[in-house]
Nanobody
Framework: QVQLVESGGGLVQAGGSLRLSCESSGSLGSFVRMGWYRQGPGKQRELVAGLTSDVNKYYGDSVKGRFTISRDNVKNTVYLQMNSLKPEDTAVYYC????????WGQGTQVTVSS
């Protein structure tokens, strides 16, 4: 059973940066894709960023140019570097990985104050 554990959330002022980490209990190479989703207050869960390889990455429209997804295959960890944060980025951020089915982390809270 694969486990995904997020870390790195917190409170930051608008314009600041945070880096989220998602450590997998299994090899990243086993996953077809990995990514980050978020769910803000009263909103549906939405895609933030994803990757299927080191070169094939994609982003939600609202974060393009501000967020960067990357991975470290040695550490079995996926990262989400978030820059120029806005109050509307406030949400619980979830790590996701797909191997025959979706796996989810427990989520980490990101709060951006204005």
């Amino acid at each position: 059973q694969v486990q995904l554990v997020e870390s790195g959330g917190g409170l930051v002022q608008a314009g600041g940066s945070l880096r989220l980490s998602c450590e997998s209990s299994g090899s990243l190479g086993s996953f077809v894709r990995m990514g980050w989703y978020r769910q803000g207050p009263g909103k549906q869960r939405e895609l933030v960023a994803g990757l299927t390889s080191d070169v094939n990455k994609y982003y939600g429209d609202s974060v393009k140019g501000r967020f960067t997804i990357s991975r470290d295959n040695v550490k079995n960890t996926v990262y989400l570097q978030m820059n120029s944060l806005k109050p509307e980025d406030t949400a619980v951020y979830y790590c996701n990985g797909y191997i025959r089915r979706d796996y989810w982390g427990q989520g980490t809270q990101v709060t951006v104050s204005s």
